[in-house]
């Protein structure tokens, strides 16, 4: 079994401060482990994604994750926001089942960005 | 390329009406799936598909029917809609790996759906 939990379903920061969007995930094998956004009324994109190569993962427009197995987290960050970061941001955990990957979504952060 | 398109944009239906909902790919993707979307829960899995002539259910199939007569298409069909159907539909896909489970998910841009 595999679940996804975002630890805050909405977040706020001014332009040009850090992101932080958080998860946490339960596995029963080696994740993969992605980060999506979704703007208003948009189809989902995706940001990054670790597939058990380095834990430090670069994505798009600065967004970066770190895995940490120990503390079984994949933080989403980025070093200073901008008023286009603001969407909904879904962190989602992979299991391979014989042919397919499903895809299990976290409840959602929404990211709001201020002047 | 297109990717993933998904016809229509959005819907109106009445309760008990059926419908089907289109999903193309033309990224000869082998594994293709249908979410919905509700506020605050994220995207569920409704049915997916390893390959023309294989479906399977996910987490929330009651009341939708899939068939893959093809590689690139996927229909969702809604046999009586019901307004607890009432969701936003995003069609996906992705190559098949073989031994993990990192390959991306394609998305397409949704299907908005209201269930009168």
């Known amino acids: 079994a595999q679940s996804v939990t975002q630890l805050d379903s909405h977040v706020s920061v001014s332009e040009g401060t850090p992101v932080l969007l958080r998860c946490n995930y339960s596995?029963?094998?080696?994740?993969?482990l992605f980060w999506y956004v979704q703007h208003p009324n948009k189809g989902l994109q995706l940001l990054l994604k670790y597939t058990s190569a380095a834990t430090l993962v670069k994505g798009i427009n600065g967004f970066e994750a770190e895995f940490k197995k120990s503390e079984t987290s994949f933080h989403l960050t980025k070093p200073s926001a901008h008023m286009s970061d603001a969407a909904e941001y879904f962190c989602v955990v992979s299991l391979f089942t014989g042919g397919g990957n499903k895809l299990t979504f976290g409840t959602g952060t929404q990211l709001k960005v201020e002047l | 390329n297109a990717g993933v398109t998904q016809t229509p944009k959005f819907q109106v239906l009445k309760t008990g009406q059926s419908m089907t909902l289109q999903c193309a790919q033309d990224m000869n993707h082998e594994y293709m799936s249908w979410y919905r979307q509700d506020p605050g829960m994220g995207l569920r899995l409704i049915h997916y598909?390893?390959?023309?002539?294989?479906?399977d259910q996910g987490e929330v199939p009651n009341g939708y029917n899939v068939s893959r007569s093809t590689t690139e298409d996927f229909p969702l069909r809604l046999l009586s809609a019901a307004p607890s159907q009432t969701s936003v539909y995003f069609c996906a896909s992705s190559p098949i790996t073989g031994t993990s489970g990192s390959k991306t998910q394609y998305f397409g841009p949704g299907t908005r759906l209201l269930v009168l």
């Open positions: 596995s029963s094998y080696s994740p993969s």
């Open positions: 598909s390893v390959g023309a002539g294989i479906t």
